[in-house]
């Protein structure tokens, strides 16, 4: 893997000492918020980390490299061009033997900060089973590297255009564990409520490390959900988001988006259905976990040292 990895100097220095680190993932820039707000974003979340106590590592693929951490040109870099792929794992060795640039989606940084020796994984909300899954089989590379991928995830949940449900049941099958930080109920990205509950619920920071710490400790293979709802203040009132989603998906259906496609088309719908107030809720959600997310690496470090 060496060959492949390209760590930026602080994030080594980091990993080097032992101290904290979290990882981003790079589908956010490119794909999922437009200029400029995906690369203010992007700085906002990696300073969130900060003023945890922990280093933040956004990851992509640049040059036929793996970089572990991106620079402010390299972060503005892929806020601006049209040309960079989606990339999740099936998609890495096409686009690190072309040299392409490559954004990371949660199953490929999921894999990338494995190999590096991340622990914890920092996003907006992790994919799932498509509610249309009984016709077009669509359930999410990000659900089977949680499965077989020791890293913990914090998320605001599932995205709210997918069926929360037969995904929580899809990552109980596969023996992936679906905390809540500081609720019962799983957050459904952007409420803070899916009807679901949880399997455990740890008020503080240091009592999830613990719990992964054991769970790793076991030599269990899987990573871990950490459902950590968007702030009450704000999130999006039920109604209003339920039929943004809806008017969404029947516009996917009639306009035949399919495979990877079909995540940025809806997030972008259900923002201009909802005037831009999905996005601002997107943001601070992605902020808040970005915060959680450095709390727990620290205590992580605490726990195993």
Not at 49 to 75: K, M, N
Not at 149 to 178: F, N, W
Request: aromatic share 6%; proline share 5%; net charge negative.
């Amino acid at each position: 893997m060496s060959q492949f990895l390209r760590t930026h100097p602080e994030v080594a220095a980091a990993l080097a000492s032992g101290a904290p680190v979290v990882a981003l993932e790079s589908t956010i820039i490119s794909h999922g918020m437009p200029w400029p707000q995906n690369v203010e974003t992007a700085h906002a979340v990696e300073q969130r980390v900060r003023d945890a106590g922990a280093v933040p590592a956004t990851i992509a693929l640049l040059d036929g490299e793996i970089a572990i951490g991106l620079d402010a040109s390299q972060l503005e870099r892929f806020g601006q061009s049209s040309t960079v792929d989606k990339v999740s794992r099936r998609d890495m060795a096409r686009v690190l033997t072309a040299g392409q640039d490559g954004a990371t989606t949660v199953a490929s940084t999921m894999w990338c900060a494995h190999q590096a020796g991340i622990k914890v994984f920092a996003t907006g909300g992790i994919g799932g089973v498509h509610r249309d899954v009984a016709i077009s089989g669509d359930v999410s590379a990000d659900l089977e590297e949680l499965a077989q991928t020791p890293v913990a995830v914090v998320c605001a949940g599932v995205k709210s255009i997918l069926d929360i449900g037969r995904t929580l049941q899809y990552l109980e099958t596969r023996g992936v564990p679906v905390y809540g930080y500081r609720s019962d109920q799983f957050p459904a990205f952007y409420t803070t409520d899916s009807g679901f509950a949880v399997d455990a619920r740890f008020d503080s920071p240091a009592e999830l490390a613990a719990a992964l710490s054991t769970q790793w400790a076991l030599g269990f293979d899987s990573g871990a959900v950490v459902g950590n709802p968007i702030p009450a203040d704000l999130a999006m009132p039920n109604d209003v988001i339920t039929d943004a989603v809806e008017s969404a998906l029947s516009a996917c259906a009639r306009e035949g988006v399919s495979g990877p496609a079909v995540t940025p088309f809806l997030l972008k719908r259900v923002a201009e259905s909802t005037g831009g107030d999905s996005l601002k809720s997107n943001i601070a959600l992605i902020k808040h976990n970005a915060f959680v997310a450095g709390e727990i690496a620290v205590a992580l470090v605490r726990a195993q040292s």
